[in-house]
């Protein structure tokens, strides 16, 4: 997960890429950057940080321009390494950044071929140069000598969706020819598209989310579709085209569960619709597990799980209350790079409230719960603050399998989940009862609130890969990389398997 923006402006456009990377810093807080072209020239500053340390009045006096990309990076392939920072940058042809939100299935096969055969380099560990070059290879096979058109580039698009697999939304700039966004064929990735109708003429703005176009005063127009590229030409003309043969739209599940800003929607669905549905449908599934009257108070764990928990409450007829206050300062832990980070910085960012506790029972309510440590944490500080039982809901469901299309859960002895009962995991957050959503449920909520959505993409909870290139070698060799690299001894992994840590180990 990451955010990306471009936008083609009748103006400096520093100013209009620095602020939509606030407002989709929580899709990434590990690095920044942004892009410029201007005069056929591209200015270029990225760092790693939040947005708002990244940059300073120097480099945004650098950053000239009427167009331009940006990208905050939340890591998953390769590393947290400022090389490995957005946007990315080939000379050749013409010159293109890119900025590059997903994660591709086939970066190794892709990298071999960029050497072998098209006679590139690839200089990070960063599937995002992979797909850059790719793209570049594309444009130069496509282009006639010094001359490119929007049929050249469509016809590029068309090949990078027949060479590449996985989750991928992109934004690229082509030095003195305009702005290029397309999608990959499942539409795993959100991407949407706004204007700003101006007397001089339209600018245009791409983005991750709609809340980016909203929040600078685009209007939203419409969503770019599965397999789609669409080209803003430097006359700011728009040109679209379908570059999918089979295209189908199968939107991350765990965008709609944590991952987008509740404000935003995504492929017509209100994001904070679809988190009021998943509390509806849980609190179907908690009556049939816990009698409602043993529970005093729910309350949320702050912020993504608020509007579940509100709509649960409401329908269970119990009292909502907020028991936990969140320090806004702290990044969310989830996409905090290592997992000691994660555990470490629960209890900076959350403080208990100790009257609202105090000799209650008390349902907690969470987005999800992935790795398990914020959850046995948080449960502990409701104990200490003094809940009298815990009982703890999942508006998601188990995240039983690795994802791969970009979301930081990589290997399955990191899953609480996997391997493990619904009681076992109750245990190891040292809850009183455990309720979890139903997996269709939880895509009934987001078909709910847009019927015209027929499939979701939920391998994470459901193990079903949509590019259908997800073998179980497939992903052992993924674990294998990712153990590798954090230093993991193979006692480690086999006490992990084994489930032999204690239930209150830290993870």
Do not use: W
């Not at 403080?351 to 029972?361: H, T």
Request: charged fraction near 25%.
């Amino acid at each position: 997960m990451c955010g990306i923006v471009g936008v083609v402006s009748q103006a400096p456009v520093n100013q209009l890429l620095y602020d939509a990377l606030l407002l989709l810093q929580h899709r990434g807080q590990d690095a920044a950057g942004i892009a410029t072209n201007h005069s056929s020239m591209f200015s270029m500053y990225k760092a790693n940080g939040l947005v708002r340390d990244v940059f300073r009045t120097r480099n945004m006096r650098s950053l000239m321009g009427n167009s331009g990309i940006g990208h905050c990076r939340y890591p998953t392939a390769g590393s947290s390494s400022e090389e490995e920072a957005q946007p990315f940058y080939v000379n050749a042809p013409f010159g293109i950044t890119l900025a590059h939100n997903g994660n591709l299935t086939n970066q190794e096969q892709l990298k071999d071929e960029l050497f072998r055969i098209d006679r590139r380099h690839v200089n990070t560990g960063s599937d995002s140069e992979v797909l850059l070059n790719v793209l570049a290879h594309e444009i130069q096979s496509a282009a006639n000598g010094y001359s490119l058109d929007q049929e050249a580039i469509f016809k590029a698009v068309a090949m990078v969706h027949k060479r590449v697999r996985g989750a991928y939304a992109v934004i690229a700039q082509i030095s003195g020819h305009g702005l290029l966004a397309f999608r990959d064929p499942f539409g795993i990735r959100p991407l949407c598209l706004g204007v700003n109708e101006l007397e001089t003429g339209p600018e245009y703005l791409v983005a991750s989310e709609s809340v980016a176009l909203e929040g600078l005063g685009f209007r939203f127009v419409r969503d770019i579709a599965p397999g789609e590229a669409v080209f803003i030409d430097d006359a700011s003309q728009l040109h679209a085209r379908q570059c999918a043969e089979n295209p189908s739209l199968n939107p991350c599940a765990f965008e709609y569960v944590y991952l987008a800003r509740p404000d935003s929607v995504i492929d017509g669905a209100s994001v904070y619709a679809t988190r009021l549905r998943m509390g509806e449908y849980l609190a179907d599934k908690i009556r049939q597990e816990i009698p409602v009257e043993e529970i005093d108070v729910v309350m949320p764990i702050p912020d993504s799980s608020r509007p579940a928990a509100i709509q649960l409450a409401l329908k269970l007829g119990v009292e909502y209350r907020e028991g936990f206050i969140k320090n806004r300062y702290i990044g969310r832990t989830f996409i905090m790079p290592g997992q000691g980070m994660r555990k470490k910085s629960v209890r900076q960012k959350l403080n208990a409230i100790a009257a609202e506790f105090k000799d209650k029972n008390v349902l907690l309510v969470d987005d999800s719960i992935v790795r398990g440590t914020t959850s046995r944490e948080i449960v502990q500080m409701a104990r200490e603050a003094g809940a009298r039982k815990v009982f703890f809901a999942s508006a998601a469901p188990p995240v039983l399998y690795p994802n791969v299309y970009g979301i930081d859960m990589p290997t399955r002895d990191e899953l609480i989940a996997h391997g493990r009962t619904v009681e076992e995991v109750c245990r190891e957050i040292t809850a009183d009862r455990l309720v979890y959503q139903d997996i269709e449920a939880l895509k009934k909520s987001i078909m709910d609130v847009n019927p015209a959505l027929t499939s979701v993409e939920a391998s994470c909870f459901d193990g079903v890969y949509i590019t259908g290139d997800i073998s179980p070698e497939y992903l052992d060799k993924l674990e294998d990389h990712r153990h590798q690299s954090s230093g993991k001894s193979s006692d480690d992994l086999v006490r992990t398997q084994l489930n032999l840590n204690p239930p209150v180990a830290a993870e």
